[in-house]
């Protein structure tokens, strides 16, 4: 009888390391940090390679324990809200000089893993975008959109060769976007937080904090056993939302998605992919999967307002796998789980500040390893330097979500543009 999945591959493989003790004492910092994600630990690296070294993560539950160490591990550019909506919102140098950030971002990782010898299973391979349906112009125009627009090149990679390296029939043309990788992203957060931690900065983990008010000229932040005094605080606390700003958390909807990993493969994953590269599909409910060192798949989709349980997240991603790989038919799910991202109204990251010292970063949306690099190095250069460079994201404000309405229209909008993906498929016989 087959097994039911448990719940995470990256947990159940993760870089083994003595756990942080939760915050105990009163302190007096000049950052405190809540969120020990991607969001949280990038900017508590960016303060510390900048000689900031009074810094304190607080996680209230481990590092990585949230999106950022349940996600899909694709490390590429970009955002949420797409590159045409961008350009169009921004102007073609504003939106250029935004989008940068995040190649820029990708370099910035890549060069991270290396530096502090973090032993993530990074693979340096790019990222390939599978054309789902027919029509190649969807193909074509975001091709030209990025290389006009963005100075970014993607390569063409024609039907015959993508089948060549993606052993499917579902895929027509598609691009390969080369300045990407994939990695295992809980080890990628925890070597960032040994990185702050060699660096001087503290993490604390079991860390609720529950309480954050403004005294005189600093920060009071409680957690159930100690207490902070910051004159800086970041939130950082993405769709897990923080409960201590009503304005920032009702800016997020916390919206699901799914994973799973299959058995080890051994040479049955030849027959599927011959690339090491990572590959998603030109769907709005796209498909997102990649090869693991150990010969398994990891497979991702699905949006959803609610999480699921392992064992219906292993049912419905296995009915995707198998219209994508059919040959796979009776393989095991060794592993399946769901994470929250956080998304904004307008698609785009919040990075902002009230001007007395509470910043905050979040919204990444499902397009959150590069744009989180991004935000810390922003916020650091901010709160170390007096940067104004996180600018760039004012006019992606803290828009109002109007949940549950918010959460409501953004399921049933999904589901229209699944039902939309479904009827062009079907059209294209
Ligand atoms: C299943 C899945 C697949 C994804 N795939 C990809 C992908 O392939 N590529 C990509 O670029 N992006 C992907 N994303 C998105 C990406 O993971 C996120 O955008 C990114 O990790 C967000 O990081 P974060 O630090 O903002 O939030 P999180 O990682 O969610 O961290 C927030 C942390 O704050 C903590 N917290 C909350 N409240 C408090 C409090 N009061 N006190 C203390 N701590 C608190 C939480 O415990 C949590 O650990 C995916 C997301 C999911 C869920």
């Not at 550019?77 to 250029?96: I, M, N, P, T, V």
């Not at 890549?110 to 969807?138: H, K, L, S």
């Not at 005094?229 to 998605?257: F, K």
């Not at 011959?274 to 693991?292: E, K, S």
Request: glycine share 10%; hydrophobic share 40%; aromatic share 12%.
């Amino acid at each position: 009888m087959k097994q039911p999945p448990v719940p995470s591959y990256y947990r159940a493989t993760a870089t083994p390391y003595e756990p942080h003790a939760p915050l105990q004492v009163r302190e007096e910092m000049r950052v405190a940090i809540i969120g020990g994600g991607f969001a949280g630990l990038n900017t508590a690296l960016g303060l510390a390679e900048r000689g900031v070294r009074d810094v304190v993560v607080l996680e209230r539950e481990q590092v990585g324990f949230g999106a950022s160490g349940r996600n899909g591990g694709f490390v590429f550019g970009g955002y949420s809200l797409g590159e045409e909506a961008l350009h169009r919102q921004l102007g073609a140098e504003r939106a250029k000089g935004i989008f940068d950030l995040t190649t820029a971002a990708v370099q910035r990782i890549r060069e991270r893993v290396t530096r502090y010898a973090i032993p993530c299973d990074m693979v340096d391979q790019g990222v390939i975008w599978a054309n789902w349906f027919r029509d190649p112009n969807v193909l074509r125009k975001r091709q030209r959109l990025l290389a006009e627009h963005y100075r970014v090149h993607w390569d063409w990679l024609p039907q015959e060769e993508l089948r060549e390296v993606v052993r499917s029939e579902r895929y027509y043309d598609g691009l390969y976007e080369r300045n990407a990788l994939h990695l295992h992203p809980l080890n990628y957060a925890i070597g960032l937080a040994a990185a702050a931690i060699q660096q001087g900065v503290r993490i604390y983990e079991n860390s609720d904090v529950w309480r954050l008010r403004r005294e005189r000229n600093h920060w009071l932040i409680s957690t159930p056993q100690g207490e902070l005094q910051a004159e800086h605080v970041v939130l950082a606390c993405g769709g897990y939302l923080a409960g201590l700003r009503r304005q920032i958390d009702r800016a997020i909807l916390p919206i699901a998605t799914y994973v799973m990993v299959t058995e080890p493969l051994g040479d049955r994953l030849d027959e599927c992919l011959r690339t090491r590269a990572a590959v998603y599909d030109t769907r709005f409910a796209f498909d997102y999967y990649r090869p693991l060192q150990d010969t398994r798949l990891l497979w991702g989709g699905r949006i959803s307002i609610r999480n699921r349980s392992a064992a219906a997240v292993q049912r419905v991603l296995t009915r995707d796998l198998l219209r994508v790989f059919p040959a796979l038919k009776g393989l095991r799910i060794d592993y399946a789980w769901s994470g929250l991202m956080s998304y904004a109204r307008h698609q785009m990251p919040q990075i902002g500040t009230d001007g007395a010292g509470l910043w905050w970063a979040q919204a990444f949306g499902g397009h959150g390893l590069a744009p989180t690099c991004a935000a810390g190095e922003l916020l650091a250069a901010a709160v170390a330097e007096g940067s104004e460079d996180w600018k760039q994201f004012a006019d992606y404000g803290l828009a109002h979500t109007y949940k549950p309405l918010g959460l409501l229209a953004a399921q049933t909008s999904y589901w229209w543009q699944e039902f939309n993906d479904w009827f062009k498929t079907s059209l294209e016989g």
